[in-house]
């Protein structure tokens, strides 16, 4: 199947500061999702983007976070002002318009301390 | 609001036996797709079975099928002939669309142990 990947693989913050988390999709895919996972949890939406612009998104996606695709071909997630409980791994997903399966790409593991 | 509700938090097999894990799910949709994620340590997000739910055919992908009973809402996966390998969480999620949203919703997720 299409590969994503994501960007780092592990990001080591301090409380308060700015994070940009990267994910490139092989393949040319019109869907990207954020998902995140703390540990031990269930996986849980974020946002969803569609023909550049947000399509859906979860109440846990307030102002602090935010989505662009600024070259057409990277998909970031910014968190503004890092807090502990962002702490998670983060993954992107990226499904096919003819599609209804996402795929994930393998997360960014998130600590902020 | 869709919820998907996983009641097993873990479950144990010995190798080539075979094992169910169970998914339960409430929405009011009638046409959706269900799916099986595994997640070995790595922490990827692997697919292991997609299910249409207009689709009354159960999916079925290698040694891994699915029992999907839409009136009851119920959509378990049935690992036959389990390897070491299987052992992960598996996460069941229910997806639908409206529109331009398709958020998948998961469930909390089964640790699968693979014993010799």
């Known amino acids: 199947e299409p590969e994503v990947t994501q960007t780092p693989s592990h990001q080591v913050t301090q409380m308060g500061q700015e994070v940009i988390l990267r994910c490139v999709p092989i393949s040319n895919h019109l869907y990207f999702y954020w998902y995140r996972q703390i540990l031990g949890q269930k996986v849980e939406f974020l946002v969803s983007?569609?023909?550049?612009?947000?399509?859906?998104k979860s109440e846990i996606f307030d102002d602090q976070f935010s989505v662009e695709r600024p070259d057409g071909s990277n998909f970031t997630l910014k968190i503004r002002s890092t807090k502990l409980e962002d702490s998670a791994m983060y993954f992107c997903a990226r499904r096919a318009l003819a599609e209804d399966t996402q795929y994930f790409g393998p997360g960014t593991r998130l600590t902020v301390l | 609001a869709q919820t998907v509700t996983q009641s097993q938090p873990e479950m144990s097999v010995q190798e080539a036996e075979t094992v169910t894990l169970s998914c339960t799910y409430d929405t009011s949709e009638s046409d959706y797709y269900l799916f099986w994620y595994k997640q070995p340590p790595s922490r990827q997000m692997i697919l292991v079975i997609r299910q249409e739910a207009y689709k009354q055919q159960n999916a079925t992908e290698n040694r891994f099928s699915v029992n999907f009973q839409k009136a009851a809402k119920s959509f378990s996966l049935k690992i036959s002939d389990s390897q070491l390998g299987d052992a992960a969480m598996y996460f069941c999620?229910?997806?639908?669309?409206?529109?331009?949203?398709?958020?998948?919703?998961f469930g909390t997720g089964t640790r699968l142990q693979v014993t010799l």
């Open positions: 999620a229910f997806q639908y669309f409206a529109g331009t949203a398709s958020k998948l919703t």
């Open positions: 983007f569609y023909n550049n612009e947000i399509s859906e």
